[in-house]
């Protein structure tokens, strides 16, 4: 696998082509790493369409093979904001969160590519109560975190949902003994 990701990460499409074929052929089953890279070569390449014709074929590979954070970076910043919404909610539904990358290429994408351009805050701001409303508290600090780095505070309706699920006391005291151990063990 290690030299398939060399060889999309070079620009060795077609060799990457070959390796890949290669390796179906014989039975061997990639994984997420060996998809992303080639999703990433194919896109480097200019062709998105058959990057996305690779990531649909994901779900349907084993556990090891499903599309995370990274896949969907990669084809996030390759499509309109229509389709990376698309996408957005697809990794919503599969119970992937968002990161920091994730992020930026919104933001980016919302400040370059609309007209007039936005900033960004309404849509980080309801990404953190989408998070929210499906348990997943943990990513929803993270954008709010996002957020804050860029100046862009939540609203105080959003900050009325999260806080009292981040400040739960077995949540802090959690969070207080992990760093106890941290600072003694």
């Avoid at 084993?62 to 309109?80: A, F, G, H, I, R």
């Avoid at 309404?122 to 929803?140: K, Y």
Wanted: net charge negative; hydrophobic share 40%.
């Amino acid at each position: 696998m290690c030299t398939h990701q060399g060889l999309c990460g070079d620009g060795k499409l077609r060799e990457a082509l070959i390796v890949w074929t290669h390796m179906l052929g014989h039975g061997l089953r990639p994984d997420v790493v060996a998809y992303s890279s080639m999703i990433h070569g194919l896109c480097n390449a200019g062709s998105v369409e058959l990057g996305l014709k690779l990531f649909n074929e994901m779900p349907c590979q084993e556990s090891d093979s499903q599309p995370d954070v990274v896949t969907y970076n990669l084809l996030l910043k390759q499509n309109s904001i229509s389709h990376a919404i698309d996408l957005l909610n697809s990794m919503l539904d599969r119970g992937c969160d968002p990161d920091l990358v994730t992020c930026n290429i919104f933001l980016s994408t919302l400040s370059e590519k609309l007209n007039p351009p936005l900033d960004g805050r309404e849509f980080l701001d309801e990404l953190v109560v989408r998070l929210h409303e499906r348990q997943r508290i943990v990513g929803a600090a993270k954008i709010i975190e996002v957020m804050l780095q860029r100046f862009l505070p939540p609203k105080a309706s959003t900050w009325e949902r999260v806080i009292p699920e981040l400040c739960k006391p077995k949540k802090v005291r959690a969070i207080i003994d992990r760093c106890w151990n941290s600072l003694f063990f």
